[in-house]
């Protein structure tokens, strides 16, 4: 939410400019990929299993992961942005984000994401996904917060439903305006 990225369909694009059958890196990368979320592979092990496993040419492959991180990084939300960023220091706040190896150093260039809240918590980091309830716990106790002290915001329903549980209070994103509207309304309850 504080980054938009809207799939731009670049994969498929990618896929066929590079001569692969449509699919082939999910097929191919699913396991790598997923590895890379949870920080059980570093960056530098995901970039060489994509070129081994897709077998193209290095421009090719600088095309695809110039391409996938222009999508996963989109571009700021400044309205949410900068409301999250005021939060501070009344309350104390953080990110929980499912992420990829290499996210925190490209958000931090591109968004200084650790200058504006007091925690990041990210999945490539801890090992642990969304909606898990150990990812939940694991931030209530970085931040020193009990969980029914904890507001959280996502835009998949399965988090927002996984946080409920977890005793937090919960909003799924659907605009900024009722993001803010509904996160202000948890944090004066």
């Avoid at 960056?43 to 290095?58: G, I």
């Avoid at 305006?177 to 996160?183: K, L, T």
């Amino acid at each position: 939410m504080l980054e938009v990225a809207p799939p731009t369909g670049w994969l498929q694009r990618w896929e066929q400019e590079a001569n692969l059958p449509a699919g082939a890196v999910a097929g191919r990368m699913a396991d790598v990929f997923r590895a890379g979320s949870l920080g059980t592979i570093s960056e530098a092990e995901v970039v060489a299993a994509t070129s081994t496993r897709l077998d193209v040419s290095q421009d090719q492959l600088d095309r695809f992961w110039t391409q996938m991180w222009d999508e996963y990084l989109g571009t700021l939300n400044v309205e949410l942005f900068e409301w999250f960023r005021a939060l501070r220091p009344r309350y104390r706040t953080g990110i929980l984000s499912n992420s990829f190896v290499g996210a925190r150093e490209r958000e931090q260039e591109r968004y200084g994401f650790e200058d504006i809240t007091d925690l990041i918590v990210y999945s490539h980091e801890v090992g642990l996904a969304k909606p898990d309830q150990r990812i939940y716990a694991l931030t209530c106790e970085r931040l020193a917060a009990a969980p029914r002290d904890m507001v959280f915001l996502d835009d998949a329903p399965e988090a927002v439903e996984a946080a409920r549980a977890a005793g937090w209070q919960a909003v799924l994103f659907h605009n900024t305006a009722q993001a803010i509207a509904e996160v202000r309304i948890c944090l004066t309850s």
